[in-house]
């Protein structure tokens, strides 16, 4: 089966990962993750880019960002993953793959939708069992996010502000959200969307973005279509004419 095609218009936001090659470390120590944030903020700079989350973790990443009108999410990761990987060979004397290949990127309809994807991907810490509290992990957007470090990184995203009438009980709203576990129904869709590429998304949201970019919402059925079957009249003119 085919590679699903990726969306591509102004204003959408993405859930991007990749992880490393066999599932190989891409972070070996401290210095490894401080490499990849300035690599993302010299990227962000080249090919301008909203980022609304992250988690880095020892074999993969995540991002949650929006393109800015006109750049091209398949630009922003191959330039972020290059800079990775060439920085990562120079300073651990390595050569070959450092990434699986192609990275995911599906699309998050940016309400309530871009809010899980957030808490999902910024407590895999926690699920990882890594940590009993965020706050102990220092390479996810939770600290601004939960606690208002500043980080130079991050937009605002647009829901937030519908998490509180003031950034003080935004953050503590959003300290209870993050460590309290996904459902298993919401885990399902969010790993469906991660595995298939398809949009995180409403059902009445993915038709319509589906006509605007004139994409399947539904996936299609493996392997060759069925034959069309002729109809009565059709098979009694081919029985005339043998």
Known sequence: MGRPLRPVADGLVYHAINRGNNRDRVFADDGDFRAFLRALAQTQLRYPFALFGYALMSNHFHLVLRPEPGQSISRILQSLTVAHTWRYHRRHHSV????QGRFKSPVIQDDDHLLTVLRYVE?????????????EYPWTSYAAHGLGRADPLLREAPVWSGLGATETARQARWRRRVHELLTE???AALRRSVTSGRPYRSDAWAAGMGQLL???TTPKRRGRPPKRQPAPNEQAK?????
Request: proline share 4%.
């Open 185 to 187: 129904r919401e885990l």
């Open 96 to 99: 070959g793959h450092v990434w």
């Open 238 to 242: 081919t029985e005339k004419k043998i």
């Open 214 to 216: 004139g994409l399947a």
């Open 123 to 135: 407590a895999n810490p926690l699920r990882a069992g890594m940590v009993g509290d965020l706050k």
